[in-house]
């Protein structure tokens, strides 16, 4: 079956420390996303990437970083610089006609030790 | 700018009940719009589309019709059961944001036995 991989499910970072948060898709799709949801929120974006080896910083990207050199992994790394990384993150895909809708993986809860 | 506004909840319900959230837009150019459900600890799944005015979706015994004279895509239900316990989003896609998905807050659905 066709999807988006997450993982982990559960991550828990110490302080100082970067961790990498992995999304891999197997629709074929170009663009792909990252989110971050908070308690009682909506979904705020952190960084998308519309072609390989190219991505665009999103509402909230201060504190995050971002790869895309293949076409179905698009891993975000959490660094030191994120004061409040205590969230829940999905990652998206949706192919090339944007007017189609996005596919969203299960999501990875961090948390801070 | 691109806005989801939908009412806020909490919602809470007995079954077999009639359902109705409310989901009201501003957009620039002709936006397709969306309907998401996020069950609890999961990512989003597509729930219905409509990419066009009149256009009416459907999927699981839920509706919404684009209504660009209102901007609105109200969400309804005719009979609502437990399993339909989660949050809801709104989004819309539009050129004017290089079509980058723009989400409502989320509702909270509850419907008791």
């Known amino acids: 079956d066709g999807g988006i991989t997450q993982s982990p499910k559960y991550l828990f970072r110490k302080e100082g420390q970067n961790v990498t948060l992995s999304c891999e898709q197997n629709?074929?799709?170009?663009?792909m996303y990252w989110y971050r949801q908070d308690p009682g929120q909506g979904l705020r974006l952190i960084y998308y990437?519309?072609?390989?080896?190219?991505?665009q910083k999103g509402d909230i990207a201060e504190g995050y970083s971002v790869s895309r050199e293949k076409k179905e992994s698009f891993p975000l790394t959490v660094t030191s610089a994120q004061k409040n990384p205590t969230a829940f993150y999905l990652c998206?895909?949706?192919?090339?006609?944007?007017?189609?809708?996005?596919?969203f993986g299960d999501g990875t809860r961090l948390s801070i030790l | 700018g691109n806005s989801v506004t939908q009412m806020e909840g909490p919602v809470t319900l007995s079954e077999e009940a009639f359902l109705t959230i409310n989901c009201t837009y501003t957009?620039?150019?002709?936006?397709?719009l969306f309907w998401y459900v996020q069950y609890p600890g999961e990512g989003l799944q597509l729930l219905l589309k409509?990419?066009?005015?009149?256009d009416k979706g459907s999927n699981k015994g839920f509706e919404a019709t684009y209504r660009k004279e209102t901007t609105s895509f109200h969400l309804e239900k005719g009979s609502v059961q437990v399993s339909d316990s989660a949050v809801y989003f709104c989004?819309?896609?539009?050129?004017?944001?290089?079509?980058?998905?723009?989400f409502g807050k989320g509702t909270l659905l509850t419907v008791n036995p």
């Open positions: 998206a895909s949706s192919p090339e006609e944007r007017r189609q809708p996005q596919h």
């Open positions: 409509a990419t066009k005015a009149d």
């Open positions: 629709l074929n799709h170009d663009a």
């Open positions: 957009a620039t150019g002709y936006p397709s």
């Open positions: 989004a819309l896609t539009a050129r004017g944001s290089n079509y980058k998905l723009t």
């Open positions: 990437s519309q072609i390989v080896n190219d991505f």
